[in-house]
């Protein structure tokens, strides 16, 4: 049987349209003509697919505007009104709550400290829950599902397999346990994905030029990579890959939460690094770096050290182009890459071929809140049939 | 514009279904009738296909046999003089040759003991073009081209990216220049690739139960590693995906060849652990461990528990769910699996999850020069119109 031969159906054809008008309007707002042409359907087509979605108030028709020669035209966009995705963000020391727009905007950001290593996981859930319901008060807008953001791997089913900073979380259903948290309007399936391949896909949305291979690093207690390979996660068959903060420096090194010894989290993670420092928070070790506190600077560049060791190691097994830090690491960015730069040059095989580029993620803090809610704004635009039946 | 609306053309669909037809035979003979069974085409289909091929003494159609009620049917099959594969694998210390026909099978095999590292590209180059013209004196049969193995990695253009333990060969054109080493009648194009991934090729067509996603790990005088993703080769943007002998063991341990200080090799490479056991080959480090010699068991353990840090931080970035050990490590499983284990048990994340499976490579020494060959047996079997025109 040869696949070429089975003819698309009409109802695959008017999809695979839909989902090209949404996303090209979800890119750059355009009149119909623009989008005709930026699509290659024609003007006709554009309008019988967006007229659904104006009616039910997801899109907008703007007023008529005399941009050029010609007639005036009319820009569809979607709607300031209309439905948008939530964002959670479970963590080790905080929960963060997310609203973003089908445009992929950021509409409301929240983040609360909350020391979830003292609770179980009905607690976490039940606080992050509570979180959540208060976040949402108020809010008008229709929404179109959860996504969450967690400190671990997740496998299949959206289990958590293995949280070494938040092991109230191992085995955890959290998906389930988190949507009977959810007033019954909202008890749609609850999307849930490691904090560090979230910080990944929010990265390269928000990114100007998209690179469709590289890590993103996200520094918090725990230290995860996100791996893009070719514009997708990798994740592995577990849900294991890009566990950064697991890769050996020392093999004789400090005991680790994980049952190893010497992994990068010993030496780079945010707790180690802070007693490092003497520092209280996180602030006060800006503070500190911004003084030039020796103590300080020194502490930022072992750890900068230890991290560039742990990415030479990943860097030699998947061979990305691009580095890209987040978390905590963005915010000391200045301070930490020297060091980090010096492994990388000395150790990554690639380096003597242009290695890999390393970059700050603007995004920082709030990159793996905003994938989470990224992971339902993609679902709505992949199977935007579900947003007219939500909305109609 | 919408792919599933472009109609596939004549010449597509009877390519598609010529390397149906061509990748059945090549699995298993059958009659016409069994081929079309088991391809979904029709018995003329089948006939047509394969015509030309038979005339052209690709195939053979067998004689006919009475295998079961009903009239007697003729068996497909390879021609036994039929063409042939010509794989090459330069290593530090040997070159390889090998002949594979269209099912895979090995036809010839031949090994000669080479001290590349002591030569210049040109004179190791020369001297594999010498041992390839030898090796193929006396073969009447059809050469499809070569598929040659470096020990280093491989980029765009089969251009030896580098390659730490054989430096002569960094930036080398290695291809081209071994293709002019080649009789006229050979002037084919070389396909060059990293001897580790050329094992994980060999390795998965020869597997019985074929498992998409494994390591397979080449150990030498250089430790590599092929990464096998969905049954395709992860390669890295510039050929160094896989580079398991320089994942760090520890930052602060012995200079390696690459740069870098601690790396795998430095532990488990061929020759650290030949100096470590007092042998002076592995023939004698082999008899040293049959006659349980400590010195011997000793180095094998250290080097298994410095081979198992470095995949434990491997299997940390990919979670990948099978290891198979090639090379020295299939030679010695028995000895160094217990130290190894112990250390993916301690230290790989997904080892709480069933871990990484471990198996021994049954290629063993001939991986790499076997899916060297494979890769010019693909090529034919995906553009099998390059068998005809070539016979013709």
Redesign the interface.
């Known amino acids: 049987?040869?696949e070429?031969?089975v003819?698309?159906g009409q109802y695959?054809?008017r999809l695979?349209?839909l989902r090209l008008v949404l996303t090209e309007i979800a890119t750059a707002p355009g009149s119909r003509a623009d989008l005709a042409q930026r699509t290659?359907l024609t003007k006709a087509t554009v309008a019988s697919l967006a007229d659904p979605f104006i009616e039910r108030g997801i899109l907008l028709e703007g007023h008529p505007e005399a941009a050029g020669p010609g007639r005036p035209s009319r820009l569809l966009s979607f709607h300031p009104d209309g439905p948008v995705a939530v964002g959670v963000e479970i963590n080790v020391d905080y929960t963060a709550l997310s609203l973003v727009d089908l445009t992929g905007r950021l509409v409301s950001y929240q983040r609360a400290e909350v020391d979830n290593r003292v609770l179980s996981a009905v607690e976490i859930v039940a606080t992050a829950g509570r979180l959540c319901r208060d976040f949402l008060t108020g809010t008008a807008r229709p929404l179109l599902g959860v996504g969450l953001g967690v400190p671990g791997?997740v496998?299949p089913g959206g289990v958590v397999?293995?949280a070494?900073n938040l092991p109230a979380l191992n085995a955890d259903r959290v998906g389930a346990r988190f949507a009977g948290e959810l007033p019954p309007a909202l008890a749609t399936t609850v999307l849930v994905e490691n904090e560090a391949n979230l910080g990944a896909l929010a990265w390269s949305r928000a990114a100007a030029d998209v690179e469709p291979?590289f890590v993103y690093v996200s520094g918090e207690i725990g230290v995860g990579a996100g791996?893009m390979?070719d514009g997708e996660l990798?994740?592995?068959?577990?849900?294991?890959?890009?566990?950064?903060g697991?890769?050996?420096?020392?093999?004789?090194g400090p005991q680790c939460g994980?049952?190893?010894?010497g992994?990068v989290e010993q030496y780079a993670g945010q707790d180690v690094l802070l007693a490092a420092a003497g520092s209280a928070s996180v602030e006060a070790l800006e503070a500190a770096v911004l003084r030039d506190d020796p103590a300080a600077l020194a502490a930022v560049a072992q750890a900068g050290a230890?991290l560039g060791?742990?990415l030479?190691?990943?860097?030699?097994?998947?061979?990305?182009?691009l580095v890209v830090l987040g978390g905590l690491y963005a915010r000391l960015y200045e301070v930490i890459t020297p060091a980090l730069q010096r492994e990388l040059r000395?150790?990554a095989?690639?380096s003597?071929?242009g290695g890999a580029q390393l970059r700050r993620s603007e995004l920082a803090g709030d990159a793996a809140v905003r994938g989470a809610a990224g992971l339902i704004v993609d679902r709505a635009l992949k199977q935007p049939l579900r947003l007219t039946g939500f909305a109609g």
């Open positions: 049987m040869t070429a031969m003819p698309a695959t054809v695979h349209n290659g791997a496998g397999v293995r070494p291979n791996l390979v990798f994740r592995g068959v577990h849900g294991f890959a890009g566990e950064l697991h890769i050996v420096v020392e093999r004789d994980c049952g190893g010894r992994c230890a060791v742990g030479a190691s990943l860097l030699n097994v998947v061979d990305l182009p000395q150790r095989l690639s003597g071929r």
